[in-house]
């Protein structure tokens, strides 16, 4: 799958942080994630679930559409960038046969930031851990971080 993300960097130390969002590495590539406490993320997700809010209030939504509509969400209100982000050849043949860039020497093709690209990544089946990352960095170290630099300008 995505060569970069096999080995999984434990997040101990943030590198910077730019425009409300915080870059984290995830091995050899770093994303730039917002808070999803973001006003943006929770009224786009609304709008996606609602043509689901009955099912969902019954808990009849499978976990699959809940995934896809997360990785949505999260691309179009949460995820602002990131640096470093290849496929290997033989996974985009693969998983994406209509991907559009074109691998370099070592077979990788670098994928270049774009809301569609992230969307396209973000809600493949072969990368839940990658969604679920994101996810979990959008809610504990993003917000302690940005909440915690708020209260020191207090101080």
């Not at 730039?32 to 969902?56: C, E, H, T, W």
Request: net charge neutral.
């Amino acid at each position: 799958m995505l060569k970069n993300f096999r080995e999984v960097v434990e997040v101990k130390e943030v590198f910077k942080k730019h425009n409300n969002a915080v870059i984290f590495p995830y091995g050899s590539a770093t994303w730039s994630i917002k808070p999803l406490s973001d006003k943006g993320f929770q009224k786009r997700f609304d709008v996606l679930m609602k043509p689901y809010k009955r099912l969902a209030a019954k808990g009849k939504v499978d976990e699959e559409r809940c995934s896809e509509l997360l990785a949505v969400a999260l691309s179009e209100t949460i995820v602002t960038g990131w640096e470093g982000v290849y496929i290997d050849k033989e996974d985009m043949n693969e998983d994406f046969p209509n991907w559009k860039y074109k691998a370099n020497e070592e077979g990788q093709c670098k994928v270049p930031y774009s809301r569609e690209n992230c969307c396209l990544i973000l809600s493949h089946v072969n990368y839940k851990d990658l969604l679920l990352w994101v996810k979990d960095m959008s809610t504990s170290e993003a917000d302690y971080i940005i909440k915690t630099e708020k209260d020191n300008a207090k101080n």
